[in-house]
């Protein structure tokens, strides 16, 4: 049976985003004021608002109509959703001060792109926010403004430009919203730099050969382990015939697995239900690495070296768990063995 609440919702996401498409020249779209923005139609409307911001990114092109804070312009959720230390260093308070005089302020990406982000935040910084900036200045010189307007996406939006409400629908019932996906990705124990694997992975953004080559980086895609196809951050993680004979080990099906779909993989038995996320992007990031040393410093592939890799890295994750869950790394290295055989 359908879930009423969940299909209001998505019909009026639908709404919203048809009335974005034609009201964008009178209301802000990243707050839903403007001058013909009233009635409790808006009223509803904008509290759903986070709910349409997980769903819809920009393209950025030139930098000029996106929010920097509240816009999904890196990845599909906005910056304060993954460093909310540092976005609570932001001088937000004069930009709601403005907006609620309804002077429509928003940091452009441009501008920070242009001219650095300090002096969009205040001028001392917890060790915390100090951290989460290194991060968003890492994401930042990432970005390259081009010659064009940014496009405004909503992945659930059809060639005519028409949110399908089925999808969205069959989205929110499956993961929440993208973003608590992809929150998955910063809110596990990991380490914080595979934490950050985990985002790009998830999206596709790892720099697989793929990718660089699309960046016109690299000439040739051809994956580095098994020289057989196209090395897609897909191929590479779970389809790659070394990766998938390290997953069918554990246990794990791989015939459709992709990488955006990775906290879905079915748990198997003999996997502990505690930490299992971890467990997934453990196996991913020592994938990954093991590409690394095969690309880097030209050494062979080999399942007793990734299985001694992955049993090192589960002796010091361990401390990052919760006292009570750290039994699970036992089985994880009893698990492992099948790896090393
Ligand atoms: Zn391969």
Known sequence: MNDLAVQNQCLLLKLLHQWAQWAHEEVDLSI????????????AL??????????????????????FWNDCWTGKVPLPACFSNLFSHAKVKEIQLLLERNEKKKIQLQKVVDNGIHEFLVPRLS??????????LGIITEIVLEDRPD???????????????????????THGTSQSLLLLAWSN?????????????????????????????VEDDNCELCKQASESADHLICRCPFAENVWTKKGFSVDDALVGLLWDARRP????????HVFLLLLSWKIWKHRNDVFFPHMEPSFARLGAALKEAAALWQFRFPSGDRYVVTYWCNAFVSILA
């Open 151 to 173: 496009n405004h996406i909503c992945p659930f939006a059809a060639a005519d430009g028409v949110l399908q409400a089925g999808p969205v629908y069959k989205a929110i019932k």
């Open 32 to 43: 839903l004021k403007g001058e013909n923005a009233v009635g409790p139609h808006w009223e």
């Open 269 to 276: 038995e003999s996997i502990a239900a505690k930490q299992y």
């Open 127 to 136: 060790r915390m926010s100090a951290g989460e900036l290194e991060q968003v």
């Open 189 to 217: 124990c990991g380490p914080p730099r595979v934490q950050f694997f985990a985002w790009l992975l998830i999206q596709e953004r790892i720099q697989c050969r793929a990718n660089l080559k699309k960046k016109s980086i």
């Open 46 to 67: 904008r509290s759903l608002l986070p709910l349409y911001q997980s769903i819809t990114f920009v393209d950025v092109g030139d930098g000029r109509a996106t929010d």
